[in-house]
């Protein structure tokens, strides 16, 4: 992770290694456009990078221009409700989370297994339906607003200055990886 004034350029692999992902962030006055498939072009996103060491710069400059994006994060206030009828959400369609815990998949499998171990118990859909609602919100609640509340950490004018409140909130964020999602329900 790299920090610049009121932005951050995170990177990590996927799929063991054979691929690298890469976000940065950059606090906006306003974003209007949502959605997950809007093109960004590699000049936009080198000029909003252009003071972050080389190495930041050549990822971006070396990336295939049809594999851009763009989108704003939006903050959501966390669902009251997730099931209706037979059907019900997980994942970020039910809490979404914005990425400053780095908990947002995480999340959505903490969903899956609890879901299954639901239904494993239950006697009917509603009843598992019901139990794994009951079961999720409030974790996915506390870790959801635990994240918007490490936001403003992350977009500090003073990058050297933010290092030590960073690590602070990552330490006091330890107790949440305790959860054990396959002892619910």
Known sequence: MWLGPDRLFIRYRLRGGALWNFVGV???????EEGWAVRSNKSEFLAEFRDFEPGVRRVIAETPPDTLFR?????RQPLARWNSGRVTLLGDAAHAMPPFL????VMAIEDGVVLGRAFAVAGSVDAALDSYQ??????????????????PLYFGRD???????LAASMAAQRESYLYDAGSVI
């Open 102 to 105: 780095g908990q947002g998949a």
């Open 134 to 151: 009951r079961a999720r919100v409030d974790r996915t609640t506390t870790v959801m607003r635990s994240s918007w509340e490490c936001a």
């Open 71 to 75: 989108w704003g994060l939006f903050a």
């Open 159 to 165: 990058p050297a200055a933010q290092i030590g409140p």
């Open 26 to 32: 950059a606090a906006r006055a306003a974003w209007a």
